[in-house]
């Protein structure tokens, strides 16, 4: 793990902060975890969560649904209402 606490957060893709962030569930959660590294590692895994929905909502906007007319044929794209 200590490996990982070096690696610009803002560099990871979302699947490798994911994978990240899972592991550090695992180890609080075994509560194995010394305090001072557990508030570290919680820490971490917070920049991590951070990341993962900035890389989310990056998709998000960057979805489009297709548009048809009265016909059905495509006529376009138009952003995606994911709300």
């Known amino acids: ?19 990240e ?3 550090i569930v695992k180890r609080l959660e ?5 305090l001072e590294e557990s508030v570290t590692i919680y820490e971490r ?7 993962c929905e900035e890389l989310l909502r990056q998709a998000e ?13 495509a006529t376009g794209t138009a952003p995606l209402d994911v709300q």
Do not use: H
């Not at 793990?1 to 994978?19: G, H, K, P, W, Y």
């Not at 075994?30 to 010394?34: E, I, N, T, W």
């Not at 895994?45 to 990341?51: M, S, T, V």
């Not at 489009?64 to 044929?73: F, L, M, P, V, Y």
């Open 61 to 73: 906007a960057r979805v489009d649904k297709i548009t048809t007319d009265a016909s059905g044929q």
């Open 30 to 34: 075994d509560g194995k975890v010394p």
């Open 45 to 51: 895994g917070e920049a991590l969560k951070r990341r």
């Open 1 to 19: 793990m200590a490996e990982n606490t070096q690696v610009d957060v803002s560099r990871l893709t979302f699947e490798r902060a994911i994978e």
């Open 21 to 23: 962030l899972e592991t």
